[in-house]
């Protein structure tokens, strides 16, 4: 009884710590994300700022990179928990998406009346590229390689949206390349700049890529997106008809090995916050969740948020399933255990009895010479009988077996001998 209570108790502590853990665990996450001051860095602080009311079980902290490609070897390394970066950032192989923070559209503008109708038209011109990351201008590339143009026949210079009037207007760029939100940031800021090189009526054309989901397949870290007619607004529609284009995705990645609750609260906040966040971080109301029908994805989904996705999170029970299987095999060990100490003791104090006992006729045979032979015959026929109900217990459990029997014997003798003095005596 002792064991078994001792065992359940402790089953009992250990699923209410366990309980405890899980369900009231604060956690800290070192978020990778660059570079200083940009889009990730900005993200992060909004998180901890727009989840402070509901005291959430999850903080943020912010470790600076320089760029996607260091935030994505931080994860690797093992130096954060998540990271913010681009889709077309070679993904740390431990990585796992949580949500999809936002898409950026790729942009192709070109004045009024070009000649350019895609990106095979650039040999020889000259092409503004909005400031950004360096993968901006790698993706400009793969871009052209793609449509047969080798990227060195194209020149270009590297100049703000706000400033491209003038160049425009003077014809020294032929075509401007960004990558932006849609709506808002770059690419709109450079149509307005556009738009004052040119009359009201001849508005800049946003450029479609015709085999946009062509790109794709060869290069499945993009997407396509479809860009409706005057998204990117003004006084005259730009674009001016519904046009496809490139989009590279923001994502959120955490570690392989964060735990499925803490991922599926995560995701729960991220998008159950995004309208708060989005009064702190521009573009945050895009905040969506990956496609969890997508059986071959190019970043996998974390299986914690998938879960909350799929309205398929486990109850309280499923989650500590688990434990419980566990603790219920700690009791059962236990119990055995204890069950084999009960037997071990039992056994070894009933032969210490019994070789009491024993010590004790042997006294008696040996020293005293009036002993009653028919009482000590039966005396030994009684531990004899217990020593062998202990044996068939226990058969790997035992004595030296010819100790035992020399006694015996030895004793039988000595009961012998006195029966037959005791007749002689009754003779005489």
């Known amino acids: 009884m002792i064991v078994f209570g001792t065992a359940g108790l402790v089953a009992s502590v250990i699923v209410s710590l366990l309980a405890f853990w899980l369900l009231s665990a604060r956690y800290t996450l070192t978020v990778a994300a660059g570079p200083a001051q940009g889009y990730g860095q900005r993200f992060v602080s909004a998180l901890n700022e727009a989840f402070k009311p509901e005291e959430p079980r999850i903080r943020f902290n912010y470790l600076g990179t320089v760029d996607s490609e260091a935030s994505a070897l931080a994860l690797q390394d093992g130096r954060a928990d998540l990271a913010i970066m681009r889709s077309d950032v070679t993904p740390p192989s431990n990585g796992l998406v949580i949500v999809i923070l936002r898409r950026d559209a790729v942009g192709l503008l070109v004045p009024h009346g070009s000649s350019i109708s895609g990106f095979a038209d650039l040999e020889g011109k000259h092409v503004a590229l909005l400031p950004g990351s360096h993968l901006n201008e790698q993706l400009f590339n793969m871009l052209l390689t793609y449509s047969g143009v080798e990227p060195k026949k194209v020149m270009r210079t590297t100049i703000a949206p706000s400033d491209l009037t003038d160049p425009i207007k003077s014809k020294k760029v032929d075509a401007v390349f960004g990558i932006g939100p849609i709506g808002t940031g770059p690419i709109v800021t450079a149509l307005a700049a556009m738009r004052r090189a040119a009359p009201r009526d001849k508005p800049p054309v946003f450029v479609a890529i015709d085999d946009a989901a ?41 570690k392989d090995t964060m735990l499925d609750t803490v991922a599926g ?28 029908d997508d059986k071959s994805p190019y970043l996998p989904l974390h299986p914690g948020a998938a879960a909350y996705f799929n309205d398929d999170e486990e109850s309280w029970f499923d989650r500590f399933e ?35 006992d024993l010590s004790n006729l042997m006294q008696t045979v040996a020293t005293d010479p009036n002993f009653n032979p028919d009482a000590a015959e039966a005396e030994l026929n009684a531990l004899v009988k217990r020593g062998l109900t202990l044996r068939a217990s226990h058969p790997d459990d035992l004595d030296d077996a010819q100790t035992m029997q020399l006694t015996l014997n030895e004793m039988r003798q000595q009961i012998a001998a006195q029966r037959a003095t005791l007749a002689r005596s009754t003779q005489t």
């Not at 790109?215 to 007619?229: G, N």
């Open 322 to 356: 688990d434990v419980f299987y566990l603790v219920a095999m700690l009791g059962s060990v236990l119990a055995s255990i204890g069950a084999g100490t009960i037997g071990y003791f039992r056994r070894h104090k009933h032969r210490a009895t019994d070789l009491a």
């Open 265 to 292: 609260e995560l995701a729960r906040l991220l998008i159950l916050s995004k309208n708060r966040l989005g009064t702190l971080m521009p573009g945050a109301q895009e905040i969506i969740a990956p496609d969890t």
């Open 214 to 254: 062509g790109f794709v397949k060869a290069h499945p870290a993009m997407e396509t997106i479809d860009v409706p007619k005057g998204s990117f607004g003004g006084a005259t529609s730009v674009p001016d008809d519904d046009a496809t284009t490139l989009a590279l995705t923001w994502r959120l990645i955490a």
